[in-house]
Nanobody, 120 residues
Framework: QVQLVESGGGLVQAGGSLRLSCAAS????????MAWYRQAPGKQRELLAA???????NYADSVKGRFTISRDNAKNTVYLQMNSLKPEDTAVYYC??????????????WGQGTQVTVSS
């Protein structure tokens, strides 16, 4: 019913930048908070950044000042601009949306993940 499709991952050298995108599609009535998570091998999934429907944001300390989350409500899309990338940023990055369908309560939806690899 709802799909979140991420794009923009890849291989980048340390100090470089990448921009991730996540587009939501389906029978969407309202998109509430959207967020980016990541999961490195052997580690738990980590919340990086979140943005509300009104544009309020918060960030994990590990990415504050380097990553910027934004959204385009008209396109049902959330972005993650990642600057000054470090090898420890290497992980699979996941998009999350807290989304309502018509006549239903909000539900958590996840994208399939996109790999980000930062070489030293």
């Amino acid at each position: 019913q709802v799909q979140l499709v991420e794009s923009g991952g890849g291989l980048v050298q340390a100090g470089g930048s990448l921009r991730l995108s996540c587009a939501a599609s389906g029978f969407i009535f309202s998109i509430h908070t959207m967020a980016w998570y990541r999961q490195a091998p052997g580690k738990q999934r980590e919340l990086l950044a979140a943005i509300t429907s009104s544009g309020s944001t918060n960030y994990a300390d590990s990415v504050k000042g380097r990553f910027t989350i934004s959204r385009d409500n008209a396109k049902n899309t959330v972005y993650l601009q990642m600057n000054s990338l470090k090898p420890e940023d290497t992980a699979v990055y996941y998009c999350h949306g807290y989304i309502s369908l018509r006549w239903s309560s909000p539900t958590n939806y996840w994208g399939q993940g996109t790999q980000v690899t930062v070489s030293s």
